[in-house]
């Protein structure tokens, strides 16, 4: 089968190759035919070594399909069930599951990132965050193939494998929104878009999307933004916005430390600031002791939405069916296989919110 690989820390540029083998399945794993798979910026960061993972390592976290093989002992899911890729799912009976924080759950997680998912000519080849979704096949444990209804489109079942979770479970979950609140979000890509999305479901008056592109900024106000500015406008905007007060809710969603002290300055006392980009281990942000006592604004990182997938999949299909959670439009692109690079490039050139492949 054919797959998009990866060999070395700061490729650039993926190998589409033929000849690729999945695991063997075991008794709890399920094989799934990938038929899409979102492309997004935590692929380029694992490319370029900011997010570890073993290499060589098939891309994509971020896939939906449909159930080709089940393990002797998997009961859960069943040969022909549409799923979604879960690269973090919940084991059910850990502390952090049973303590209803199943995002941080890692019994499953950590062995799959662990274990190679794929052969290439006989040598093992990992597979990103443990999946590897830019693959046409791929074994998996059980619990990382969640069952959506069938009538839901790949293209959409699959953002709701990553982005979409993140960012509107940054909202529900995370920040705990309020109606009437105002809001900034720092970076508009998929995640960013979803925290938009989220915000505007939540019932926020004021919701300022911030980017350096052009071309997202002309393309949120569909998603509920109700402002946006580029980087070098964003303080004029919150004085005139707030009463220089600054925002209830600043949402960082790129990964970066600087953004990070921008979103702390535009948070009010009292605010929150909310943490949802996947940075780099040396990439330090800096508070000091007397502004934290005297600000009193919450910093609030999230994990993968804050939520457990096993019911957040499940409100985001019923926002997406009722009309309030627009998904088709996020995708700006849909491209093959063999044109993954286009999709990278398009990221890195901002131009794109989220680009799907269809397998």
Request: aromatic share 6%.
């Amino acid at each position: 089968m054919r797959a998009a690989m990866v060999r070395t820390t700061g490729q650039e540029r993926a190998e589409v190759l033929e000849g690729f083998t999945t695991r063997p399945l075991g008794p709890e794993d399920v094989r799934v035919r990938i038929r899409a798979s979102g492309v997004c910026h935590s692929d380029l960061s694992a490319m370029n070594g900011v997010l570890a993972n073993r290499r060589p390592f098939v891309l994509g976290h971020e896939g939906a399909g449909e159930v080709l093989e089940v393990g002797r002992d998997v009961r859960a899911v069943r040969v022909g069930e549409h799923v979604t890729v879960c690269w973090v799912p919940p084991c059910g009976h850990c502390a952090f599951c049973l303590r209803g924080e199943g995002n941080l759950c890692t019994e499953v997680f950590v062995p799959a990132a662990q274990s190679p998912n794929f052969l290439l000519d006989g040598e093992p080849v990992y597979g990103m965050c443990g999946t590897g979704t830019l693959a046409e096949e791929v074994v998996l444990p059980w619990q990382c193939a969640v069952p959506v209804p069938a009538d839901v489109p790949f293209d959409v079942a699959a953002l709701i494998g990553c982005g979409v979770t993140t960012g509107v479970g940054a909202v529900f979950n995370t920040a705990r929104v309020h109606p009437g609140a105002t809001v900034a979000v720092i970076g508009c890509g998929g995640v960013g878009v979803s925290v938009i999305q989220g915000a505007r479901i939540a019932g926020a008056a004021e919701i300022l999307a911030v980017d350096p592109s052009a071309d997202k900024r002309e393309l949120v106000g569909r998603f509920g933004a109700t402002r946006t500015a580029a980087p070098d406008e964003v303080r004029t905007l919150m004085k005139e916005l707030t009463g220089r007060q600054g925002f209830d809710y600043v949402f960082e969603c790129v990964g970066r430390g600087a953004l990070v002290r921008q979103a702390y300055e535009l948070a009010r006392r009292g605010g929150s600031v909310v943490v949802v980009g996947a940075g780099s281990r040396d990439d330090k942000v800096e508070f000091t002791m007397n502004e934290l006592f005297y600000d009193n604004k919450r910093i609030l990182p999230t994990m993968y939405g804050g939520g457990d997938v096993r019911v957040e999949y499940d409100r985001l299909i019923r926002l997406w069916r009722a009309g309030r959670l627009d998904l088709a439009s996020m995708v700006t692109a849909r491209l093959p296989l063999e044109r993954v690079d286009e999709a990278l490039d398009l990221l890195r050139s901002g131009a794109a919110v989220r680009t799907v492949i269809e397998l």
